[in-house]
């Protein structure tokens, strides 16, 4: 069992950074990709980001490509998400996930989840 706890969250204004933490607990953290997805009002979960196990591989969706970077340390059973020139169109909760598959960013593949934390952009 894995338990998954978000941090970072809050409100900021349009072109500025936040940066999410996860910390996970147990471990076996180095075993999991760790991914990254974010939910909106009214609107299904979408991928954002993820991270393999030990090499530190990234994937990003398009929409977050050149202004998010995800990163792990697995020494802090943590996963980061640094999110710079943000948009009002971030405004989310943001969710990390862990999955004990190959990098995916199909929500069924993903084990694990954290309750969330919400990001709030105004423009």
């Known amino acids: 069992q894995v338990q998954l706890v978000e941090s970072g969250g809050g409100l900021v204004q349009a072109g500025g950074s936040l940066r999410l933490s996860c910390v996970a607990s147990?471990?076996?953290?180095?075993?999991?990709?760790m991914g990254w997805f974010r939910q909106s009002p009214g609107k299904q979960r979408d991928f954002v980001a993820v991270?393999?196990?030990?090499?530190?591989?990234?994937y990003y969706a398009d929409s977050v490509k050149g202004r998010f970077t995800i990163s792990r340390d697995n020494a802090k059973n943590t996963v980061y998400l640094q999110m710079n020139s943000l948009k009002p169109e971030d405004t989310a909760v943001y969710y990390c996930?862990?999955?004990?598959?190959?990098?995916?960013?199909?929500?069924?593949?993903?084990?694990?989840w954290g309750q969330g934390v919400q990001v709030t952009v105004s423009s």
């Open positions: 996930a862990a999955s004990q598959r190959l990098p995916s960013g199909v929500i069924k593949d993903y084990d694990y």
């Open positions: 147990g471990r076996t953290f180095s075993t999991y990709s």
């Open positions: 991270i393999t196990r030990t090499l530190g591989t990234t």
